[in-house]
């Protein structure tokens, strides 16, 4: 297998270019349902988001951009990563584990995400963070 190159654009910093023998499908994958740390080492108290675009045969990391629609939403960077491990299909002691937190903690995540998209059930939460463009899931798999 080839390398991947991997282009981390960090704010106020110059672009950090790393190889991963990995293919550009894969590392996009894992980047947006949560799994960053293999890229960008772990963080207890993560500083900001990130969101993974294949170009070719590079991959892109950068922060999400603010929703025009929803720019108020607020959503801290843990929150984000707990709804892109759980729109990619985790369980909640999947995404717990992944994240390196307690279920309990996973959970006053989804609570604080749902009162801020005014959402009932986590399956509401889902499918209005899809719709609005906060998460992309991964369709491919639900063929398979």
Same mark, same amino acid.
């Given at each position: ?76 960077? *843990?929150?984000?990563?707990? +709804?892109? =491990? ?6 909640? $002691?999947? @995404? !717990? ?14 609570? *604080?995400?749902?009162?801020? +998209?005014? =959402? ?6 889902? $499918?209005? @963070? !899809? ?14």
């Amino acid at each position: 297998m080839t390398e991947t190159d991997i282009y981390i654009f960090l704010p106020d910093a110059p672009p950090l270019i790393i190889s991963r023998p990995e293919s550009p499908e894969l590392i996009v994958r894992r980047v947006n349902q949560g799994e960053w740390e293999p890229y960008l080492g772990y963080q207890q108290q993560p500083t900001a988001a990130w969101h993974a675009a294949r170009v070719g045969r590079y991959v892109i990391l950068a922060e999400p951009e603010p929703n025009i629609q929803f720019p108020d939403l607020g959503i801290t960077p *843990r929150e984000m990563q707990a +709804l892109q =491990c759980l729109a990619a299909g985790l369980s909640m $002691g999947q @995404a !717990a584990q992944r994240m390196r937190i307690n279920v309990r903690t996973l959970r006053n995540y989804c609570d *604080r995400l749902r009162a801020k +998209l005014k =959402c009932r059930t986590v399956a509401q939460m889902l $499918g209005l @963070a !899809a719709a609005i463009g906060l998460v992309k899931p991964d369709l491919d798999g639900l063929f398979e």
